[in-house]
């Protein structure tokens, strides 16, 4: 059964988000970045699902992340899941041309372990997302793997969000913004593909 709230939430984190404006004025600090978190048909997954794509506006056809996002809810939790997609890069560029990710559904998904985000409504439209608890997120950097620590605070206008990541034998920083967290403006909703006949 649809959950209202879930729809909700569902609109405030999906969308195109830039931090364009951070960008511009903090050069030296921060790279022009997009996100793009587009809802997917209900069938797909037989769940609340998104497509997700990270990328550096200068290297639009490159990007440094994909994922399938499935949205739970329980209680008063929104779950944020991860996958990795199998042969990712046929679906590269979905974000811009959705009809890329025809086929997704066809490809294996491999959940991240302990990657999932955690949201929690902290006042009226205003949500904070944690990662998992128990450091259990690994990322490969370099020849090093890190677990990852993460922050997202959201609401219908602004992400900001940070990332960091830490040598396990050491808990030393090994990766991560040195300046502080993104700043994204959404600059484009998608509302219209979102609401009680989300299917």
């Keep these: 059964m649809k959950k209202k709230p879930t729809i909700e939430f569902a609109k405030i984190v999906s969308g195109v988000f830039s931090n364009k404006e951070q960008a511009l004025n903090n050069p030296k600090k921060f790279a ?8 997917l048909f ?10 997700s794509e990270q990328r550096y506006q200068h290297d639009i056809w490159n990007p440094y992340r994909q994922s399938i996002n499935k ?29 890329l990710l025809d086929n997704i559904s066809k490809y294996k998904l491999y959940k991240k372990p302990g990657c999932s985000m955690y949201f929690k409504e902290t006042n009226p439209g205003n949500f904070l997302g944690t990662i998992e608890s128990g450091c259990n997120c690994y990322i490969e950097y370099g020849s090093d793997k890190t677990y990852v620590k993460s ?16 040598a396990i034998e050491t808990d030393e920083k090994v990766w991560g913004s040195e300046f502080g967290p993104l700043i994204f403006k959404k600059i484009v909703n998608f509302d219209c593909f979102i609401n009680e006949d989300w299917k």
């Design 71 to 99: 949205l739970s809810q329980e209680e008063e939790i929104f779950i944020f899941s991860n996958y990795k997609i199998e042969e990712k890069e046929r679906f590269t560029g979905g974000a811009l041309d959705i009809s």
């Design 32 to 39: 022009h970045i997009q996100i793009h978190i587009r809802p």
């Design 42 to 51: 209900f069938k797909t997954y037989n769940c609340f699902a998104f497509y």
């Design 151 to 166: 922050k997202v605070t959201v609401n219908k206008n602004i992400l900001i969000s940070e990332d960091s990541g830490y």
